[in-house]
């Protein structure tokens, strides 16, 4: 019974050793230098996506928001009102 007690103590001890060993090894290699510049460089990636998106999607919230109040208040597009007016020469 000793003998199995000794032995079953071993066992946990070597396989819990061996388990914090894996995990300090692997905490590590997240720290290191090019692994922290590589989670930075990918997370920078990842945030100028999401600016262009969100730049992008409030450029059209903005036109659209425009159309509606153009549409509302019936104001021409500086383009359609342009057209209207004379041609001014340049340096006036």
């Known amino acids: ?8 103590g071993l066992g ?6 061996a388990y914090a060993v894996r995990k300090l090894d692997a905490a590590k290699r997240a720290t290191s230098p090019v692994h922290v510049a590589g989670r930075a460089g990918q997370a920078a990636g990842t945030f100028s996506e999401r600016l262009r998106y969100a ?4 450029r ?3 036109q659209a928001r ?6 509302r208040y019936r104001v021409p ?10 041609a001014r020469a340049s340096g006036d």
């Open 1 to 8: 019974m000793r003998v199995f007690s000794l032995a079953l």
């Open 12 to 17: 946990a001890g070597l396989l819990l050793g």
């Open 55 to 58: 730049a992008e999607e409030g």
């Open 60 to 62: 059209r919230a903005a």
């Open 66 to 71: 425009e159309a509606e109040l153009r549409t």
């Open 77 to 86: 597009h500086l383009a359609d009102a342009a057209g209207d007016a004379p």
